[in-house]
């Protein structure tokens, strides 16, 4: 029996579900990954065996061994040929949550590697909702893009954006200012974003480009970031839906002043 699993499973009274319509080996690596967030384990060190997962948990082989692959795949975990499986260092990658800076690309810790991709750029009708975000008339065209941003080498956000089209001719053809949305509006189209309203949600993967370009399982939890963010005079330039997968921890500093 490894003790820091046994620890873990009766302070937290961890149980699988077997009539639950989430799989059990998917049930089983959440587990098993809130076991390694929660630092029972350092970088390095030797993670229990599928046999004895396995067994702990009163599952097949199999089952265990789908599980393990999905903390590899996710980066909890690697594996030498014949040495067995070890902790990785942490892989969340902290991210200030509506920090001084609007930008995405400005909220990860300095020193994080960051690469963006566009995915695609095209115009689209706003729908009723867009519109009434970005006062508009439905229908009106909105230039939609949606880029993916790695970290670390990996997939961790996609950030789509809704601009109106007759404000911001040519955007479709730009290059990002360092690799920037927002810097980009201020520098070529002298529109600074000075404000923002983003609301944070759970949801489930379910759109399968969502699902392809951050490499997760059909319907696996994700978080969103939806908003709209302004100009002067209080004008929407942007409405913003964010996809972001697991690895990323939302950090928020507040400061009180004193009476």
Not at 56 to 72: C, E, G, M, Q, W
Not at 208 to 229: K, M
Not at 235 to 253: A, C, H, N, S, W
């Amino acid at each position: 029996m490894n003790e820091k699993l046994d620890a873990f499973c009766k302070a937290e009274k961890i149980e699988l579900h077997p009539r639950s319509p989430v799989p059990l080996y998917y049930q089983l690596s959440r587990f098993l990954s809130q076991l390694i967030q929660d630092a029972n384990y350092r970088p390095g060190d030797r993670f229990p065996s599928e046999e004895l997962i396995a067994g702990y948990f009163h599952v097949s082989r199999p089952t265990a061994n789908k599980a393990i692959h999905l903390l590899l795949d996710e980066g909890y975990l690697s594996r030498g040929k014949g040495l067995g499986t070890f902790v990785k260092e942490k892989p969340f990658v902290e991210f200030t949550f509506l920090g001084q800076s609007l930008s995405f690309a400005d909220q990860f810790a300095s020193g994080v590697p960051i690469k963006s991709r566009v995915i695609w750029v095209k115009t689209t009708p706003a729908t009723v909702g867009v519109a009434k975000n970005l006062h508009l008339e439905e229908g009106q065209p909105t230039v939609h893009i949606r880029r993916l941003r790695y970290v670390y080498h990996r997939p961790l956000m996609i950030c789509d954006s809704q601009l109106p089209a007759e404000k911001f001719p040519g955007i479709e053809r730009c290059d990002f200012v360092e690799d920037s949305l927002y810097k980009t509006l201020r520098a070529r189209y002298d529109c600074p974003v000075i404000s923002s309203e983003r609301y944070t949600s759970a949801i489930e993967a379910i759109e399968p480009e969502v699902i392809e370009l951050l490499e997760v399982a059909p319907f696996s939890s994700i978080l969103t970031i939806n908003g709209v963010s302004y100009t002067r005079n209080n004008e929407p330039v942007d409405y913003l839906r964010t996809f972001l997968r697991q690895g990323v921890v939302m950090k928020t500093i507040v400061k009180v002043k004193n009476k």
